[in-house]
Every structure is written in structure tokens, then in C-alpha cells.
């Protein structure tokens, strides 16, 4: 009897730890989402600033060139802005917390209405539609798409789900038979075909047909599947090289977003169609991805080594968990899930700053006083999604 006391009593503060971290985690994703609010946002608008502290010469560096590159701009870009309805429904999808859809509804939702095009097909630009006409990017359009699709599996609202359709008529717009096959990464400059636009493109439609058992949305999923690892695969260490132009040169850069998609990607396929080959796939991609983008760090304060994060843009690395998270739905192995949880850890008291906003070092060595809006909603993210690791 006493022994099966001391299991009882073993079991229970195992529970209690597991709810506190996940506790610990949501409250540490709500937190940031107001720290985010109190520090980029703009009187009397949904919108918010790019950058904290605000400089009106602010200029975004990733439109790749193109007419508003060279621009200031008061709003942030509909990239960065976005990362606000991605933050939001992770951390809907673990609370299941009503006043989460509220906001949602209310705040990101009506902000987002100001990057509505409706150049046909219609989708999202990349600045606001009240100034004057921007570049569409495929990207961008997908991750919102990922976002409403997620948002409709989450709720069964149906405004969600024909809102994710109406955007994939967009993203869809972007495919041609040039390269055999992909998407490309902008409307005006139809110049390559990048990782970043197939490889969540992948996981958009797993998801759409797990919101519509439409065989279609599947039949496009394992197409594109196969274009991507084809033409942008490095077989050497199983990532992701970043696109390969029309000439067929392929740019051989190397981000975690890229290839952590292609680990969601590969884990969502073989959920639907049990496919040991896209398990094997997403396992491989994973490790890859884990030797490639992690180092072994000593820790200052304790001198005990961690498998860090390298740092990069803080939503490269979100992108990234995603596919961790999802291949440990499916196969159970807690290395790399463990191996965020460590960081983001790490990160709350080594990278975050007394006003609750955060640097873009894992090491937590690097400060900077201008801090960029989609890394916070990054880490935000981040906090929402590990949280349902149990």
C-alpha cells in the first residue's frame, strides 16, 4: 500500500509540474502579446508600427526590391502584421480562451481587412490598401491561409474556412508549368520559385483537405510535395535550399522555416495517406535541421551546455517549431521538442528585456534597442504552441 502511495504521490507532482509548464508558457505567450500591443501599436487604429522605438525613415529590407522598397511607411508591412494572427491562434488553439477569439475577431481580423486587394483574383498586399497599389506575395497570402484554415479546424466557423478558400484561388493564381511546376514567390516579379512559397503551400492544402476532405486540395499537396523536394532538396543533410530562379539556378541559402515546413509538410501527409516515406522524410529533414540550425552553447551563469538556437529571424525559428511540433504528434520522439522548450527557457530570462520585448540573440549576449514587430510576435507564438507539448 505504501508503495502504491509513493507511485500516486509521484504521479500527481509529475501532473502538477507538466500543468505549471504549460500554465508558465501561456501566461509567458499573453504577456508578450501585450507588451506587443503596449509598445507597437497606434492610437486609434487595429494597425501597428514595424519597429519599437517608431523612426519615421524605417524602411523594410525584405520586399526584395520592387517600387516600396525604397519607402517609409507608418504601418507595418502585411508580413510582420500577420504574425499577429499566427501568435493569436496558437494561442487560441492551446487555451481554447474566449476572449483569444475576441481578439482575433476584433483586433487582428479588422486590421488585417486593410491589406484587402481585390485585384482578381483577390488576396492580400503587402502594404495597406489605402496607399497606393503594392506588390502581392504569394507567401505572405499563404500563411494567412494557414492561419484561417487553422482558425475554421479550431472553431468549425465557416466564414474562416471560405476565407482560406478565397485565398488559396490567390495562391493558386501563382502556378505555372515553367520549372515543371510551383509557386512563385510575387505576383509583379514572377523572377523564382522559392521554398518559402511551396513549402507552406504543402501544409495550407494537407489542411484544407482535412477542413474539406476535397481530394483535390490533396492531389495538389503530394504534387507540389514532390516539386519541391525535386528541384530544392539538398540531399547531402536532407534541408532546404531557398528557390531556384527561372533559368534554373538554384539559391543555395539555408533558413529554418524552409525546411521546418517541409517537416510539417511531411508529417501532415503521412497522417492522411499513412505513407511511411513522408514519416521517413519529415524524420530526416528534422535531424537535419536540429544538427544545422542548433550549436552547442555553454551557458555563462551556469556553465551547463544547451543545444542552442543560431540566431536568425525569431519567426524563421517559429515556422521552424511548427514542424517539430507536428512530427512529435505523430511519432512521439521528444528530442527537439524538448530541445524548444530548453530555449525558450532560456529565452525569457537571457533574451527578453525588462518592458517584456525581445532580442533576436538566443545567446542573450547581443542587445539591441530597436526591436522588430515580428520577432516579438514570433516568441509569442512560440510560447502558445509549446505549451500544448505535454
Known sequence: MKNYLTILCVLIATLSQVQAQTNKNLQRASSTIDSIYKYFSIADSKLLREQYPFKDDYVAGYLGGGENSKKSNPYSYLWPYSGSFSA???????????????????TVLTGLQAYYDKRIPAGYASYVNSAPESDRFYDDNVWLGI?????????????YLDKAIEIWKFVESGMDDKLGGGIYWCEQRKESKNTCSNAPAIVYLAKLYEATKDKAYLKLATDLYTWTQKNLLDTSDHLYFDNINLNGKV?????????????????????????????TDAQNVAKGSFDYFFHDYKQPSTGKTIKLLKTSDNWFIAVMMRGFVELYEVDKNKTYVDGFKANLDYAWDNMREKNGLFNKDWTGENKKETKWLLDQFALAEMYGKISTIK
Not at 493569436?88 to 476584433?106: C, L, R
Not at 479546424?153 to 466564414?159: E, I, N, R, S, Y
Not at 543555395?252 to 522555416?257: A, D, E, L, T, V
Open 251 to 279: 539559391d543555395k541559402r539555408k533558413y529554418p522555416y524552409n525546411s521546418g515546413q517541409m517537416i510539417q509538410a511531411g508529417a501532415l501527409l503521412y497522417k492522411i495517406t499513412k505513407q511511411k516515406q513522408y514519416l
Open 147 to 159: 492561419d484561417y484554415t487553422d482558425l475554421y479546424l479550431l472553431t468549425k466557423d465557416k466564414q
Open 88 to 106: 493569436q491562434v496558437a494561442i487560441y488553439g492551446s487555451s481554447k480562451n474566449s476572449q483569444v477569439k475576441k481578439e482575433i475577431d476584433e
